[in-house]
């Protein structure tokens, strides 16, 4: 079982940077797939950005260009580096872990002010 904290989330104005970390009980270099959802009041939960043990990395539509995922296997971290925030990136934004299962934390939110 995979136990993941985030943190680093609050409250930021348009156009500012936050970045997530989201501390992993495992081995990141050891799991097969991790990134960051995120889910928005009334809305769907829908995947941010991930990687995977090779590197590779999704994003979604609206945040390319503006958020960065990356993993660090010295602190074990998951991590999300958000630029140019916009309001509709207002969200609680939840760390995910593939191990087999897939694992999440409890989420931290996000609050961009226009």
């Known amino acids: 079982q995979v136990h993941l904290v985030e943190s680093g989330g609050g409250l930021v104005q348009a156009g500012g940077s936050l970045n997530l970390s989201c501390a992993a009980s495992e081995w990141v270099f050891r799991i097969n797939s991790v990134g960051w959802y995120r889910q928005a009041p009334g809305k769907q939960r829908e995947l941010v950005a991930q990687i995977t043990l090779s590197g590779s990395t999704n994003y979604a539509d609206s945040v390319k260009g503006r958020f960065t995922i990356s993993r660090d296997n010295g602190k074990n971290t998951i991590d999300l580096h958000m630029n140019s925030l916009k309001s509709e990136d207002t969200a609680v934004y939840y760390c995910?872990?593939?191990?087999?299962?897939?694992?999440w934390g409890q989420g931290t939110q996000v609050t961009v002010s226009s």
């Open positions: 995910f872990a593939d191990q087999g299962p897939r694992y």
